[in-house]
T-cell receptor
Framework: DAGVIQSPRHEVTEMGQEVTLRCKPI?????LFWYRQTMMRGLELLIY????????DSGMPEDRFSAKMPNASFSTLKIQPSEPRDSAVYFC?????????????FGPGTRLTVL | KNEVEQSPQNLTAQEGEFITINCSYS?????LHWLQQHPGGGIVSLFM???GKKKHGRLIATINIQEKHSSLHITASHPRDSAVYIC???????????FGKGTLLTVNP
């Protein structure tokens, strides 16, 4: 299996622009996570999907952020409008089951820079 | 105060040394994960612990549930072990991980 796939790997945009990050989880995994990593705050959970349904979006910073999972093999995280403080590395991860003891498999991340 | 505290924040060692990274947490947990993040950013899960001890190659992870403490040990360290090691705990839910800030390990040849 190719693992979790994220695109783009790097994104540089200007403040106010819309940004869309994409994730393809590992086939057969039913849980998907979006995380954000910054120097100041470390890794933080943004949103959690189970069987394509958003279960917990309490980590989404504000209404500028939205996430969708239209099917089991694709998810997007959108920021509109983007701001410089959104600059971070965004990781997608997937997991086979809903057990806390299951391993989460992380994608390579998208490094977002908002100028 | 972060619910997950790691120490040390930075660690420099010589090749061959025995390494210990510590993780303390303040909440009841169902599982604790150790992750490794290399320069360039990829994150890999090393261990999941709910009790006791696990070993994989030169890496050993232990957890003491009563003391709310876990350690990650690396025996015979090697420069390729240089990375950030992150502790994460799964608390009351079955999905939400709370992460420590990470320990930056540098192993010099």
């Amino acid at each position: 299996d190719a693992g979790v796939i994220q695109s783009p790997r790097h994104e540089v945009t200007e403040m106010g622009q819309e940004v869309t990050l994409r994730c393809k989880p590992i086939s057969g995994h039913n849980s998907l996570f979006w995380y954000r990593q910054t120097m100041m705050r470390g890794l933080e959970l943004l949103i959690y999907f189970n069987n394509n349904v958003p279960i917990d979006d309490s980590g989404m910073p504000e209404d500028r952020f939205s996430a969708k999972m239209p099917n089991a093999s694709f998810s997007t995280l959108k920021i509109q409008p983007s701001e410089p403080r959104d600059s971070a590395v965004y990781f997608c991860a997937s997991r086979f089951r809903t057990s806390p003891t299951d391993t989460q498999y992380f994608g390579p991340g998208t490094r977002l820079t908002v100028l | 105060k972060n619910e997950v505290e790691q120490s040390p924040q930075n660690l420099t060692a010589q090749e061959g040394e025995f390494i210990t990274i510590n993780c303390s947490y303040s909440v009841g947990i169902s599982a604790l994960h150790w992750l490794q993040q290399h320069p360039g950013g990829g994150i890999v899960s090393l261990f999941m612990l709910s009790s006791g001890k696990k070993k994989h190659g030169r890496l050993i992870a232990t957890i003491n549930i009563q003391e709310k403490h876990s350690s990650l040990h690396i025996t015979a360290s090697h420069p390729r072990d240089s990375a950030v090691y992150i502790c994460a705990v799964c608390g009351g839910s079955n999905y939400k991980l709370t992460f420590g800030k990470g320990t930056l390990l540098t192993v010099n040849p």
